[in-house]
């Protein structure tokens, strides 16, 4: 690790550096907390074996380790462990501030890195979908990335994001929250390889349609990440 991680938001430059890390055992994880000098991140570790590849995966405004399609984000944790990728899930500071929660994955990268992983995908739900695109444009090591129910803020810089960074988006056209227009919005900015899937009857957590987002979500991964 480096130490110390840097963004930019238009004219807005923020850094954060890493002061300690402590692991503790969890429920099939191990519990990471990241004392950083803008404060402490906290993180679910599920460890595969001699890997040099993992997943990040954020959520929405609701904070805490909150997971869309029907426990996705557990689930898919731990199937890819047999797939010899590890997967951190990030707790964000200020779950409504995007470029704090951007520094979030940012830390969280960097904790990754310490750990030997070279090859990376990153995840986000809703505003989760922004953080994960924002994060991508920071940080060269992401080599895919996937958002669910995206919001539209935000998330222009995927139209820059490195050449051949994979990009997979998914919606719900019976979304109150954020519309299908959002994903479509951000398709059409992305460049190849991408892909678009709206679920007929699905709603922003995408519940309606988990099954198939879990099977879609974790084909994209062991696909790309390489």
């Not at 519990?31 to 990040?56: M, P």
């Not at 409504?96 to 960097?110: H, R, S």
Request: a negative charge; charged letters at 25%.
């Amino acid at each position: 690790m480096d130490g110390r991680k840097r963004t930019e938001f238009g004219d807005e430059a923020m850094e954060a550096s890493i002061l300690g890390i402590n692991k503790e055992p969890g429920d099939g994880f191990e519990l990471v907390t990241i004392e950083t000098s803008r404060g402490r991140v906290e993180c679910r570790y599920y460890t595969a074996e001699d890997t040099n590849k993992a997943v990040i995966m954020v959520g929405g405004i609701g904070g805490g380790f909150d997971t869309p399609a029907d426990s996705l984000y557990p689930r898919l944790c731990m199937d890819l462990l047999e797939s010899g990728i590890s997967s951190l899930r990030v707790s964000f500071r200020y779950p409504t501030d995007l470029a704090e929660a951007t520094m979030d994955v940012l830390v969280g990268i960097d904790f990754l890195k310490g750990e030997g992983i070279t090859e990376l995908g990153l995840i986000g739900h809703s505003f989760g979908g922004a953080v994960v695109v924002q994060a991508a444009h920071n940080e060269n090591m992401v080599n895919t990335i996937v958002t669910l129910s995206t919001q539209s803020f935000g998330i222009s810089p995927i139209s820059n994001l490195a050449e051949g960074v994979s990009v997979l988006l998914i919606h719900g056209d019976e979304d109150k929250t954020l519309p299908s227009g959002s994903s479509v919005y951000a398709y059409s900015l992305a460049h190849e390889p991408k892909k678009l899937i709206i679920y007929e009857g699905a709603g922003h957590s995408l519940t309606e349609a988990s099954d198939e987002v879990y099977k879609e979500v974790k084909s994209w991964i062991k696909d790309f990440l390489k």
